[in-house]
């Protein structure tokens, strides 16, 4: 489902393997599969020990870390903040955003500043439309920048590490943002 590469060189991907959720860990000429909590929707590698996951946990919206390549996991319930988990993106070893889907009719968002432990509200985030909704992979990240698509085109935009997000054009309409990369 999802295949993502560390800045080690250390790739991962997520799937079923013999009806099994699973996620692979491939290092230099070491790999396996590992079991992973629940399936994952989205998969953010940052070294060779260190991945986080989204997903729904036992129905709620959870986002979980791995310090030591998926051996173990922690889970942080963010289902307070995002109804799904469309995008994770790190920028340090400890702040990072949760992106998905509108909650109380505000765009699904959230900010760590530990690592993952916990997840918070972020000041300003903006109003979604009726039934506006964010697809997994239509989320971006370049140095302290993240973006993300809706699908009614819109696109939404943070400079400083998610911690305040605007509202950009694409100059397309009314069109489902279904990727961003950079």
Do not use: C
């Not at 993240?146 to 009614?152: A, E, I, K, L, R």
């Amino acid at each position: 489902r999802q295949v993502d590469l560390a800045s080690d060189g250390t790739i991962y991907a997520t799937g079923t393997v013999f009806g099994k959720r699973a996620m692979l860990r491939a290092a230099g000429a070491k790999g396996g599969f590992i079991a992973i909590p629940y399936t994952a929707d989205v998969l953010q590698a940052v070294s060779s020990s260190t991945v986080y996951i989204g997903g729904f946990n036992q129905g709620k919206a959870t986002v979980s870390r791995s310090f030591n390549g998926g051996q173990a996991w922690s889970n942080a319930d963010v289902s307070a903040f995002v109804s799904t988990v469309a995008g994770i993106h790190m920028f340090d070893t400890q702040i990072g955003v949760v992106i998905g889907n509108p909650v109380s009719g505000k765009m699904g968002l959230a900010r760590t500043t530990n690592g993952g432990a916990a997840w918070a509200a972020i000041a300003g985030t903006p109003v979604a439309t009726t039934g506006e909704s964010i697809v997994n992979g239509s989320t971006g990240a370049h140095g302290d920048a993240m973006w993300f698509g809706t699908s009614t085109g819109r696109v939404f935009f943070s400079l400083n590490k998610g911690q305040s997000w605007s509202q950009g054009s694409t100059g397309l309409g009314s069109v489902t943002i279904q990727s961003i990369a950079f």
